[in-house]
């Protein structure tokens, strides 16, 4: 399973941005999906992570109400919608996969996941 994500870039805050992450090599189906960030000189966390067979998504604390995960498992795609962002937000965006073996909240905060795209830039500047 390969993962490659887009839609990052420069934007001022209160913006919105849509990042995307397209899988290859096999289905998402399956899979319980996540999004992850890392910023310089700070560790990873799970920004929020979607499972499929029952709908199950987590958020991390500090993007509930402003950031949304959606799959189109149609087109192997998953999205997160990100409003109202602010300069904290500023990170390096990456996508994984697994098959989720434990709830999405446990692996949204462990990060035990199998696959990860390269990553995509977000900025969040005036």
């Known amino acids: 399973l390969q993962l490659v994500e887009s839609g990052g870039g420069l934007v001022q805050p209160g913006g919105s941005l849509r990042l995307s992450c397209v899988a290859s090599?096999?289905?998402?189906?399956?899979?319980?999906i996540g999004w992850f960030r890392q910023a310089p000189g700070k560790e990873r966390e799970g920004v929020s992570c979607?499972?499929?067979?029952?709908?199950?998504?987590y958020y991390l604390n500090s993007v509930k109400g402003r950031f949304t995960i959606s799959r189109d498992n149609a087109k192997n795609t998953v999205y997160l919608q990100m409003n109202g962002l602010k300069p904290e937000d500023t990170a390096n965006y990456y996508c994984?996969?697994?098959?989720?073996?434990?709830?999405?909240?446990?692996?949204?905060?462990?990060?035990?996941?199998?696959?990860w795209g390269q990553g995509t830039q977000v900025t969040v500047s005036a």
């Open positions: 994984a996969a697994e098959l989720p073996v434990h709830t999405v909240q446990e692996m949204c905060i462990t990060g035990r996941f199998g696959s």
């Open positions: 979607i499972v499929s067979h029952d709908g199950s998504t």
């Open positions: 090599g096999d289905t998402l189906d399956d899979y319980a």
